[in-house]
């Protein structure tokens, strides 16, 4: 039974940092493929970063790449998202999901577990 642990939400100002922590926890070998989405109220669950932790090779959103780091630390069994530069649109609930890869690749349709999730809220 995988199980994912979010941590690390806050409310901050616009232009602060954070950092989230997923711990993952009875995670097969075959989940090879971590990631961060979001849901903000009244709108769909979008993807933010993702990473094959085979290669550390790592993905964005538009909306996020170049303010947003996602990394691992294997020792740990965690992945975080670090968040800079933040905006009063990043203001939603942040979900770490977990799930195996496609030919290298970490598509949003790969991600079969899901963490409960952790508020970020962004306030001008």
């Known amino acids: 039974q995988v199980h994912l642990e979010e941590s690390g939400g806050a409310s901050v100002q616009a232009g602060g940092s954070l950092t989230l922590s997923c711990a993952a926890s009875g995670r097969p070998y075959s989940t090879n493929c971590m990631g961060w989405f979001r849901q903000a109220p009244g709108k769909e669950r979008e993807g933010v970063a993702g990473i094959y932790t085979v290669n550390n090779r790592s993905g964005y959103a538009g909306s996020v790449k170049g303010r947003f780091t996602i990394s691992q630390d294997n020792a740990k069994n965690t992945v975080y998202l670090h968040m800079n530069r933040l905006k009063p649109e990043d203001t939603a609930m942040y979900y770490c999901?977990?799930?195996?890869?496609?030919?290298?690749?970490?598509?949003?349709?790969?991600?079969?577990?899901w963490g409960q999730g952790t508020q970020v809220t962004v306030s001008t």
């Open positions: 999901a977990a799930g195996e890869a496609r030919g290298g690749s970490c598509p949003k349709e790969v991600y079969d577990y």
